[in-house]
């Protein structure tokens, strides 16, 4: 089946720590994006790539990196730099283009003990 | 800059009851619209997205949704509720290449 996969579901990580989130997907889908989501404040755009080897920051890219080294696959590192990283990751992917339909993953969570 | 508001945070309605939940969006051409629906510890789910022509949009789940040029809104609305609608709902604006959301709308819905 077509989709989006994140891994993992559940990530736990001690403060300091460099953690990768996966993210997967086999939709042929040029763009690929990064949201957080945090109680009553929505989706936050983290980054996002429109094409191999290029991306660019959201709203709230400081503590992140990522990498688009394949069409398919989008990691996102959430860093030691990132002050306050427990939350709900999402990502997602789309066509290429303005209003494309973004489809999104399940989500992975993260919390920092 | 591009935003979308979503005045309600949390809407409780009953089983049966009509639902309508609200969405502006501030933008200086009209943008593409979509409704989401998100279940606890879920991805989200598209309802319905509006790009032109008609303003009144159907969506999956008996969702609809209609777009007002004049009043930069687009509200989501559905007849009749069912139990299994409680859900977190977010409204969203594609004005170029990414995708802003509003912050949601929580909805219970009473048996």
């Known amino acids: 089946d077509g989709g989006i996969t994140q891994s993992p579901k559940y990530l736990f990580r001690k403060e300091g720590q460099n953690v990768t989130l996966s993210c997967e997907q086999n939709?042929?889908?040029?763009?690929m994006y990064w949201y957080r989501q945090d109680p009553g404040q929505g989706l936050r755009l983290i980054y996002y790539?429109?094409?191999?080897?290029?991306?660019q920051k959201g709203d709230i890219a400081e503590g992140y990196s990522v990498s688009r080294e394949k069409k398919e696959s989008f990691p996102l590192t959430v860093t030691s730099a990132q002050k306050n990283p427990t939350a709900f990751y999402l990502c997602?992917?789309?066509?290429?283009?303005?209003?494309?339909?973004?489809?999104f993953g399940e989500g992975s969570w993260l919390t920092v003990v | 800059a591009q935003s979308v508001t979503q005045p309600d945070i949390h809407i409780t309605v009953s089983e049966g009851a009509s639902l309508e939940l609200r969405c502006n969006y501030s933008?200086?051409?009209?943008?593409?619209l979509f409704w989401y629906v998100q279940s606890p510890g879920q991805g989200l789910q598209l309802l319905l997205k509006?790009?032109?022509?008609?303003?009144l949009v159907q969506g999956i789940k008996g969702f609809e949704a209609e777009f007002k040029r004049s009043q930069s809104s687009f509200n989501l609305r559905k007849p009749s509720v069912h139990w299994s609608d409680a859900a977190e709902y977010f409204c969203?604006?594609?004005?170029?290449?990414?995708?802003?959301f509003g912050a949601g709308t929580r909805l219970t819905v009473k048996p």
């Open positions: 997602a992917s789309s066509l290429q283009g303005a209003g494309n339909t973004i489809y």
């Open positions: 939709l042929n889908h040029d763009a």
């Open positions: 790539s429109q094409i191999v080897n290029d991306f």
């Open positions: 933008y200086g051409a009209t943008p593409y």
């Open positions: 509006y790009f032109s022509g008609d303003t």
């Open positions: 969203a604006v594609t004005p170029v290449n990414d995708m802003r």
